[in-house]
């Protein structure tokens, strides 16, 4: 019996030597990885053609510090083997999707750890300042984001969303109809339709005639788009994306051999354009003429409409003579007032754009801006309101906000590389910020403020 109770007595020694034996026998630990922290549950948001920026958490290796390898997934793709991810957003996330399925993978030679996260890419097109110019190369569009603060030029805003679909080499105009862009050049002869939150191409419609000169933004209830070509005028129905040519030819009827301005503007409900052979503004669709007298003998600079697309100011100038301001009514027939601008260096260089809740004109003399209130019936300012550049640069393009809040104006230096086109916004109300750029663009063609 003392003998059965002795070896259970030293079984019990040995067992308990195996349990505190801290050595390893042989074999190396397992170093297992751990991440002190999550990445955020909400998911992280970026703007295609950004960087999207993220730092690996840190890490924690059971026993002992062993060489780490990274990869990063997003959307199933490997995009980087870095520590930390800095990733160019390519592609934008789709509605069906939501966001991206993204993981980090930390792995080391005994096996591997992974965090996921989800990433959304939007448009970085949302709202802003759209600028067509003339490069080297042919049309150039450049986009300041105006909804997001800091937000420099983006160059080439079409050419990167569309590399297998080129603009024409020289650009003509641009307009926003709804959620889509339409942008016309030549060379060939075209007009792209765009979606405007992406900056994709949608269609490519073959423009029939020779030489796109202006293309207008039709009045809410329609989708006609006004095409000018050498004085002669061709519809898009966008609503069809086909082309139509019906009231050019009751034109001819009514007015042989008439060249129309490169102009036209909703007012109300209608759509006015201007014969320039004649001197005659009148209704495109109905042919009611507003006012002959007033423009008799006359050549259009540039109309604007004003108090809410109900009015309108039409600048004209007969030869030898200082132009002219017409402020009228065409829907109710109301001839307001006709000035003389002598003195005011208003040519048919100047650049106008009109506010739709003030009596404000707007209007350039070289690189300065003078505001005009045309209810004072003539009563022109001495001195100019903003300045942008240097003497001898020139104002090309000015867009208001809707709610007036801003002025955005682009200009040209005198001297300068090809990237010679430059541009400023002015806060007029409330506290936006303002800013100036510069090398932005070449010969600037066209600027309008999408939405």
Not at 148 to 164: I, S
């Amino acid at each position: 019996m003392r003998n059965i109770y002795f070896a259970l007595g030293l079984l019990i020694v040995l067992a308990g030597s195996c349990i505190d034996n801290e050595s390893d026998l042989g074999t190396n630990k397992i170093s297992r990885i751990k991440f002190k922290m999550q990445f955020d549950e909400n998911g992280y948001r970026a703007d295609r053609w950004t960087e999207f920026a993220l730092d690996c958490p840190e890490i924690i290796q059971e026993n002992e510090e062993k060489p780490l390898t990274y990869r990063w997934d997003i959307n199933y793709k490997t995009v980087s083997t870095e520590k930390d991810l800095r990733f160019i957003c390519d592609e934008l996330t789709t509605a069906e999707q939501g966001s991206f399925p993204c993981r980090l993978t930390v792995s080391n030679e005994d096996g591997s750890s992974w965090l996921d996260f989800r990433l959304t890419v939007t448009s970085p097109y949302q709202e802003g300042l759209l600028i067509m110019s003339k490069v080297e190369e042919g049309s150039m569009l450049s986009f300041k984001r105006e909804d997001k603060k800091g937000q420099e030029f983006q160059l080439n805003a079409y050419k990167l969303n569309n590399p297998d679909f080129p603009l024409g080499s020289e650009p003509r105009d641009i307009l926003q109809l709804n959620e889509f862009l339409y942008i016309g050049t030549e060379n060939p002869n075209q007009i792209v339709k765009v979606n405007s939150q992406t900056m994709e191409a949608v269609a490519l419609l073959d423009y029939p005639g020779e030489h796109l000169d202006f293309m207008s933004v039709p009045p809410a209830w329609t989708y006609t788009i006004y095409c000018f070509d050498n004085g002669r005028e061709i519809e898009l129905d966008a609503s069809q994306d086909a082309f139509m040519n019906a009231y050019q030819q009751a034109i001819d009827d009514i007015y042989p051999g008439a060249e129309l301005a490169n102009n036209a503007v909703a007012v109300g409900w209608s759509t006015v354009v201007y014969n320039n052979t004649d001197g005659i503004l009148f209704d495109v669709t109905s042919f009611e003429e507003f006012f002959p007298e007033e423009f008799l003998g006359k050549k259009l600079i540039d109309m604007k409409s004003c108090k809410d697309t109900e009015e309108l100011l039409v600048v004209v100038e007969s030869v030898g003579q200082a132009p002219d301001i017409v402020y009228l009514n065409p829907g109710n027939s109301v001839h307001y007032s006709t000035v003389s601008t002598a003195g005011t260096g208003i040519s048919n260089q100047s650049v106008f754009v009109a506010s739709q809740q003030y009596s404000r004109l707007y209007y350039s003399v070289g690189n300065q801006i003078f505001v005009y209130d045309y209810s004072t019936n003539g009563n022109f300012p001495t001195q100019a309101s903003y300045t942008v550049g240097q003497s001898g640069d020139v104002i090309k393009a000015m867009v208001l906000t809707e709610d007036d809040s801003k002025l955005y104006v682009a200009w040209e230096s005198a001297s300068g590389d090809e990237l010679k086109g430059n541009a400023k916004c002015f806060v007029l109300m409330g506290d936006g910020e303002e800013w100036e750029e510069h090398g932005i663009a070449g010969d600037i063609v066209r600027m309008i403020y999408k939405l």
